[in-house]
């Protein structure tokens, strides 16, 4: 099932496995039981009760009051899960301006990978840029190959057309080149945020920011993590007050 709307989309129940796209806000009374087939996506905020086994993708905040269980969760804006007992587990949670829970991960050591301070929707513009180059050169690889068949290698013909079709894949590949170097620069710059931890952190919790990673091995209590543009290192504060 899918709802695409110009605006708001308002949900008084759950979703499970369906696409909800809105250029607004998109509110879910009840949370989603995605079965790893469920899309949320808006170009303002998503806000659920909670979310489990989905994928959700904000321009702007995500607002979870419960828990983000084994979701794939990117936001433009911040990822703040207020109750005390919310948590974050399992999945891969990106945040451009951070992330804000009780607990992150969970005392069996389940696989946690939280990511803040950079402009993932240009991380994904990257991938599919990177992806259209290697279908490029997979094209190139065959006219290449083409060339050499006897058939086309004795009519002048069919070579100046093969001619033709790799010089338009190469200025192709050379035009998503540039575009890619300049995608790759703005995914450096360096965004305020940070990862703010009321509860507790547990062992198997990965925290990574630009291209730096920190692998909990100790459980933490009450802890913020930020990135130091100076050291180029993650490092980790306590919330406590002296």
Same mark, same amino acid.
């Given at each position: 099932?899918?709802?695409?709307?110009?605006?708001?989309?308002? %949900?008084?129940?759950?979703?499970?496995? +369906?696409? @909800?796209? =809105?250029?607004? &806000?998109?509110?879910?009374?009840?949370? /989603?039981?995605?079965?790893?087939?469920?899309?949320?996506?808006?170009?303002?905020?998503?806000?659920?009760?909670?979310?489990?086994?989905?994928?959700?993708?904000?321009?702007?905040?995500?607002?979870?009051?419960?828990?983000?269980?084994?979701?794939?969760?990117?936001?433009?804006?911040? %990822?703040?899960?207020?109750?005390?007992? +919310?948590? @974050?587990? =399992?999945?891969? &949670?990106?945040?451009?301006?951070?992330? /804000?829970?009780?607990?992150?991960?969970?005392?069996?050591?389940?696989?946690?990978?939280?990511?803040?301070?950079?402009?993932?929707?240009?991380?994904?513009?990257?991938?599919?840029?990177?992806?259209?180059?290697?279908?490029?050169?997979?094209?190139?690889?065959?006219?290449?190959?083409?060339?050499?068949?006897?058939?086309?290698?004795?009519?002048?013909?069919?070579?100046?057309?093969?001619?033709?079709?790799?010089?338009?894949?190469?200025?192709?590949?050379?035009?998503?080149?540039?575009?890619?170097?300049?995608?790759?620069?703005?995914?450096?710059?360096?965004?305020?945020?940070?990862?703010?931890?009321?509860?507790?952190?547990?062992?198997?919790?990965?925290?990574?920011?630009?291209?730096?990673?920190?692998?909990?091995?100790?459980?933490?209590?009450?802890?913020?993590?930020?990135?130091?543009?100076?050291?180029?290192?993650?490092?980790?504060?306590?919330?406590?007050?002296?």
């Amino acid at each position: 099932f899918y709802v695409m709307a110009e605006g708001d989309v308002l %949900i008084g129940g759950a979703v499970e496995a +369906s696409l @909800i796209s =809105g250029n607004g &806000t998109i509110k879910i009374a009840q949370g /989603v039981k995605g079965a790893k087939k469920a899309v949320i996506r808006s170009k303002q905020e998503i806000q659920t009760m909670f979310a489990e086994q989905a994928s959700l993708l904000a321009v702007a905040d995500i607002k979870v009051k419960n828990s983000l269980m084994h979701c794939r969760t990117k936001s433009n804006g911040t %990822i703040m899960l207020p109750q005390d007992k +919310s948590t @974050i587990l =399992g999945g891969k &949670t990106y945040a451009r301006h951070g992330i /804000v829970t009780t607990n992150l991960g969970s005392p069996r050591g389940i696989h946690t990978l939280v990511a803040f301070g950079q402009d993932y929707l240009i991380g994904d513009r990257i991938e599919m840029e990177e992806k259209e180059i290697e279908k490029i050169k997979k094209t190139i690889a065959k006219i290449d190959i083409a060339m050499q068949q006897p058939e086309n290698r004795n009519s002048e013909a069919a070579l100046e057309q093969l001619r033709k079709k790799k010089v338009m894949a190469l200025k192709a590949m050379e035009k998503l080149g540039l575009r890619l170097f300049s995608l790759r620069e703005r995914f450096e710059e360096h965004f305020e945020s940070s990862l703010v931890v009321r509860g507790k952190v547990f062992p198997g919790v990965t925290i990574e920011s630009h291209g730096r990673t920190l692998e909990i091995q100790q459980e933490r209590k009450n802890v913020t993590f930020r990135f130091d543009q100076q050291s180029g290192r993650i490092i980790e504060e306590s919330n406590a007050k002296e």
